[in-house]
């Protein structure tokens, strides 16, 4: 079980306290009528909480900023991410601890930053659509100074996309927007599997090649070791025969006196 899971990639959301990360991680899950990951008003998540789906793992983190434990808690979720959801609520544009831990991500997840990470801004029921493009276009801005590029922004309503799966009212999962953030999640999921089967091929090929120069390497040792051995033994030789030759001369002058 423990190594299936190891294979699965992973979601991360990160953002404020009460950003809304653990209601929207909910409903990505399916928890609509009992919640897996705990919300409240108050600081409730205090540690990194994770589920297991058959397609992925989504991994919760506590607030940024509410204290230094809970943002060395984020930051080890950051080790762990394959896909990085960045969750703000928009009241305005991102601030500037979320600036700073974007930063942070973006040098931390490398060339797969501009693949891999996904802003969502949540709780757009409770601002005008006018006001939602607005700060949505900020937060656009502020991404491409700080990543260098413009991640997918998602606009979402976990509390829309509730009320309609608990109505069954069509309309308000459309207008939830989770449907499209779902499908996008789906094919970064399925990127990032191909991503990590390329690089586990790269890996192989390199230990190989790094086997390959190791047995090139003790051939050539072997060699310059039979060649060394075999120059040791022929000056050797060469002391033995002039050894014998000389017996041979001392022997035959000790009989040429004795005769």
């Known amino acids: 079980m423990a190594r299936r899971q190891a294979d699965k990639p992973v979601i991360v959301a990160y953002g404020l306290m009460n950003a809304g990360k653990s209601f929207l991680m909910n409903m990505l899950t399916e928890h609509v009528q009992q919640e897996y990951f705990k919300t409240n008003d108050i600081r409730e998540t205090v540690e990194n909480a994770r589920c297991v789906t058959s397609q992925c793992i989504y991994l919760d983190t506590p607030g940024l900023d509410a204290n230094d434990e809970d943002d060395s808690h984020a930051q080890n979720g950051a080790s762990e991410g394959d896909i990085v959801m960045f969750v703000h609520q928009p ?36 601002e005008v659509p006018e006001k939602i493009t607005q700060i949505e276009a900020r937060i656009g801005q502020q991404c491409a100074e700080v990543l260098g590029f413009t991640p997918p922004i998602f606009r979402v309503s976990g ?6 799966v608990l109505k069954q009212k069509d309309a308000l999962v459309a ?30 090929d390199g230990l190989l090649q790094d086997v390959e120069l190791a047995q090139r390497a003790l051939r050539r040792s072997r060699d310059d070791l039979r060649a060394r051995v075999a120059s040791r033994f022929g000056v050797f030789n060469d002391q033995i025969q002039q050894l014998r030759r000389f017996l041979d001369d001392s022997a035959a002058s000790f009989k040429k006196i004795q005769g």
């Open 91 to 126: 009241q305005g544009e991102l601030e500037k601890v979320e600036v700073e831990f974007l930063r942070k991500l973006g040098a931390s997840l490398g060339e797969y930053a501009s693949s891999n990470i996904v802003v969502v801004l949540s709780k757009i029921e409770k």
């Open 159 to 164: 509390k829309l996309y509730q009320d309609g």
């Open 175 to 204: 207008a939830s927007g989770i449907a499209p953030l779902i499908a996008h999640l789906h094919q970064v999921v399925a990127d990032v599997r191909a991503v990590r089967a390329e690089k586990a091929r790269r890996a192989v």
